[in-house]
């Protein structure tokens, strides 16, 4: 039997003496999209920086495709096809858009990373804009290339932040597209996203937070069942 992509047991996490995680419990099947919802502050951007090692003490157990690496430091975790878009993105300003692309080696994660040509028949808005500066970018334009250059490392299992935050309609369209086509190319991707009409139709499970614990899961085809729960919860 397959080991899950991603499996979390009893995590918890602390900024300094702000104890931010009181148990996490998450199971993620390779090709599986799940999304975090929580409101602001429930911990759930703390489930992915404690998932790579960002956070600062943690205890617990995280597997990522059955390999324990609750004790391994984060460049060992990216090592094991783990790839990280932060919600502030992280673009270098100085360098074009395609140099922003060439930055992240290809790691020895077991899988092959993407080439520049794939990235962009997947993003044909960066092949247009390879040599604009990265802070010429749209907001949109920005969000793709933060994801474009983690699947040039040889990534399989993509944790996103928020990545339709603040942005125009027609992007965050494009945004579920490059969703659904990850999900097909056989990626694996833990989203946590507020916009729940964008989250909704993309995952097949759902996982929601409150408080640093994990207080409903449920899949896709329980969502319309579990949206008197979510309005309590979410406010949805």
């Not at 409101?39 to 951007?45: K, M, Y």
């Not at 391994?72 to 858009?97: Q, V």
């Not at 935050?165 to 965050?172: F, K, Q, S």
Request: hydrophobic fraction near 40%; charge should be neutral; include cysteine.
């Amino acid at each position: 039997m397959t080991a899950p992509a991603l499996e979390i047991k009893g995590l918890q996490a602390w900024y300094g003496e702000s104890h931010v995680l009181h148990g996490v419990d998450m199971v993620v099947q390779p090709g599986e999209v799940v999304t975090l919802l929580g409101r602001n502050g429930a911990g759930r951007t703390s489930t992915l920086r404690a998932i790579m090692g960002l956070t600062g003490a943690r205890q617990g157990s995280i597997k990522v495709y059955g390999q324990e690496t609750i004790a391994l430091p984060t460049y060992r975790i990216a090592h094991l096809g783990l790839g990280y878009c932060p919600e502030e993105r992280g673009i270098f300003s100085s360098l074009s858009c395609e140099e922003n692309l060439l930055l992240p080696p290809p790691l020895k994660t077991g899988h092959a990373s993407m080439s520049i040509e794939e990235i962009y028949g997947m993003f044909p808005n960066l092949a247009e804009r390879k040599n604009s500066q990265g802070t010429r970018l749209s907001g949109g334009e920005q969000q793709m290339l933060a994801v474009a250059r983690i699947l040039r490392t040889g990534a399989r299992l993509l944790l996103l932040d928020e990545i339709s935050e603040g942005l125009a309609p027609v992007i965050v369209q494009a945004l579920a597209r490059m969703i659904t086509m990850l999900r097909e190319k056989g990626f694996t991707v833990v989203m946590v996203e507020q916009n729940f009409r964008f989250a909704a139709p993309l995952a097949d499970r759902f996982y929601v937070m409150e408080h640093g614990r994990m207080v409903e899961h449920f899949t896709a085809t329980q969502l319309q069942e579990k949206m008197p729960v979510l309005t309590e919860l979410l406010g949805v």
